[in-house]
């Protein structure tokens, strides 16, 4: 199933530190001071506008980022921003950080365009993967840029923190390499291990809380499948189970009994899509971790001879809408509680486009960590806020981080704060102004 591929590794690119104060002077660090955490990480993808996705254009060119927002202290909260290349044109995942936060992994879906380049096709696919050193917050530093075996996309390390894992997703691949003191080792490469599928790309690759299994989404096929992990190669663990059309982002839940993927439901032409019904789907698959057969009780009408489960019974258990909309992010309590999806409705569409909304949405879940139900309680507009694809809990779990891709003409993009209450009403409030940040703003992550 697995074979040791080479590796090409790019010479350290000499890193871009800008310091800057944010030119917001109501937001103070004492405006958020139950925001928990040492620091936010966020990337901005300076080459794409949010309507490139239907009319295909570029903006001004602006430097590719990533951002370090520094929670401690007090007066203004300052930002430091550092070159690297990334793309919004993939789910929302190719940002990742160690469990300590000593460092950020970057993916390059597809890589820089030309300057005098004007549409999206013009964009090569990309191959970069870059490794930022954020041991001290105030000065990021890339310390390595490797160049896989074809355009990355999903990244994620290892809990033990000693291995990286990135999809290839055109190839239907996954790519394993060692991570040491902070450096990518030459990487294994592993295929998905299925048999008959009819398309192998795979947006999604997560590891379990324990390290021993994973799961992956396979965005042309329909599927969630799990795999097991010996220290070495993947192996399927039991079969996978069905989703909606385009399942993408998943997520495990803090105790890795569940795991929850968003799809999205409508395919075609983009830009003719009506946008009056739900068209994005949370489902919650049942993890069986213990290969030990469990059969269920005989009901009364099973009339065969005999019946026994297989040793691993995975099971989708919910299955709700997410809201109006293209919800292709979501965040998870760290209590796994609630789950907070980040719907997009149509404020990424171009101006003149007659479906276009002015606002974003946030919709609110309470999860029962027993069953893996999701209640909904409502949505929460966001006037003005377009394309948002990045979401955080801090590290209490009672605040959200939420980015806005740019303005509404095109302009800087932001990063604003909110305030989940829980009780009998629970809600999302609003905290403070959001954060100027710049164009192309499409992930954020918390350094606890």
């Known amino acids: 199933m697995s074979k040791t591929g080479p590796t090409t590794f790019a010479g350290l690119l000499a890193p871009t530190i800008l310091t800057l104060a944010l030119a917001s002077p ?69 940002l990742t950080l160690t469990a300590d936060g000593g460092f950020a992994l970057v993916t390059e879906p597809f890589g820089q365009p030309e300057e005098d380049a004007a549409e999206f096709s013009e964009i090569p696919r990309g191959s970069r993967i870059t490794v930022v050193d954020l041991r001290d917050l105030q000065a990021p530093e890339i310390v390595q840029e490797v160049d896989a075996e074809g355009p990355p996309a999903a990244i994620d390390v290892h809990p033990s923190g000693d291995l990286v894992a990135a999809t290839l997703p055109f190839d239907g691949r996954i790519a394993l390499y060692p991570f040491t003191e902070g450096r990518l080792g030459e990487p294994s490469s592993h295929d998905l291990g299925l048999d008959g599928l009819s398309n192998s790309f795979v947006p999604e690759f997560k590891w379990h809380p324990s390290g021993d299994f994973a799961a992956v989404t396979l965005g042309g096929a329909d599927l969630v499948a799990f795999y097991r992990f010996d220290g070495q190669a993947l192996s399927p663990w039991g079969d996978p ?176 704060f909110w305030r989940l209450e829980r009780g009998d009403r629970p809600a999302l409030r609003p905290i403070g102004d959001p954060l100027p940040m710049p164009r192309g703003l499409h992930l954020v992550e918390l350094i606890r």
């Open 26 to 94: 109501s937001v103070k660090a004492t405006d958020l001071p139950a925001f928990e955490g040492r620091a936010l990480v966020t990337i901005a993808d300076g080459a794409m506008l949010a309507s490139g996705y239907i009319d295909g254009h570029l903006g001004p060119r602006r430097p590719d980022l990533l951002s370090v927002i520094p929670l401690t202290g007090a007066g203004a909260l300052q930002r430091r921003d550092t070159a690297v290349s990334n793309s919004v044109a993939t789910w929302p995942n190719v």
């Open 241 to 416: 189970l069905r989703t909606a059309p385009l399942p993408g982002k998943g997520a495990w839940t803090p105790d890795g009994r569940y795991f929850v993927v968003t799809t999205i439901t409508v395919t075609g032409d983009m830009a003719q899509l009506g946008y009056g019904r739900n068209a994005s789907l949370f489902t919650v698959f049942a993890f069986d971790g213990d290969e030990t057969p469990a059969s269920p009780p005989r009901r009364a009408n099973d009339r065969s001879t005999s019946y026994e489960s297989g040793p691993v019974q995975h099971a989708r258990v919910t299955q709700v809408p997410a809201g109006m909309g293209y919800v292709e992010n979501f965040a998870i309590s760290p209590d796994g509680t609630w789950v907070v999806g980040l719907n997009m409705a149509a404020s990424w569409l171009p101006q003149d486009h007659p479906g276009r909304t002015d606002y974003s949405e946030l919709t609110l879940f309470e999860f029962d960590p027993e069953t893996g139900a999701m209640t909904p309680h409502g949505e929460t507009r966001m006037n003005g806020v377009v394309l948002p694809q990045g979401i955080t809990f801090d590290a209490s779990g009672q605040h959200l981080a939420v980015t806005a891709y740019q303005g509404r003409d095109g302009e800087d993009g932001s990063l604003a």
